[in-house]
C-alpha cells in the first residue's frame, strides 16, 4: 500500500503560478512511473503530466509549455509546477503512483482554481 498526500493548492489569479507536491510513502526510485491528473467539475479526469522512472514525460496538449512535473527522490516527492495559469486550469488534481503497469494508487486530491 502507498500512501499519497498533495498539497500545495489554491487560488490564484489568471496568469499566476502554484507548485504542487505529492508526498509519497514509497521510494520513488521504485516506481514505475508516477503522475499528476485533474478533474474539473462535471468533467473526466482526464491526465496532466507523467514521469516514467526513466525520467521519461509526457504533458496534456492544453499545459505543455505551462507545466513541469518533476521528482525528489530524497523526499519521495512528485511536483508539479504550474505556470500561467488559465481559468480553464480550475480543478481538482490527483497525485498517482504507479508501482507497475497495473498496480497504481491514487491521493486525495487538491483543488486549485483560477480566477480573478
Known amino acids: 500500500q502507498v500512501q499519497l498526500v498533495e498539497s500545495g493548492g489554491g487560488l490564484v489569479q489568471p496568469g499566476g503560478s502554484l507548485r504542487l507536491s505529492c508526498a509519497a510513502s514509497a521510494r520513488l526510485e521504485s516506481v514505475y512511473a508516477m503522475g499528476w491528473y485533474r478533474q474539473a467539475p462535471g468533467k473526466q479526469r482526464e491526465l496532466v503530466a507523467t514521469?516514467?522512472?526513466?525520467?521519461?514525460?509526457n504533458y496534456a496538449a492544453s499545459v505543455k509549455g505551462r507545466f513541469t512535473i518533476s521528482r525528489d527522490n530524497a523526499k519521495s516527492t512528485v511536483y508539479l509546477q504550474m505556470n500561467s495559469l488559465k481559468p480553464e486550469d480550475t480543478a481538482v488534481y490527483y497525485c498517482?503512483?504507479?508501482?507497475?503497469?497495473?498496480?497504481?494508487?491514487w491521493g486525495r486530491g487538491t483543488q486549485v482554481t483560477v480566477s480573478s
Open positions: 514521469l516514467t522512472s526513466i525520467g521519461l514525460t
Open positions: 498517482n503512483v504507479a508501482l507497475t503497469a497495473t498496480i497504481t494508487y
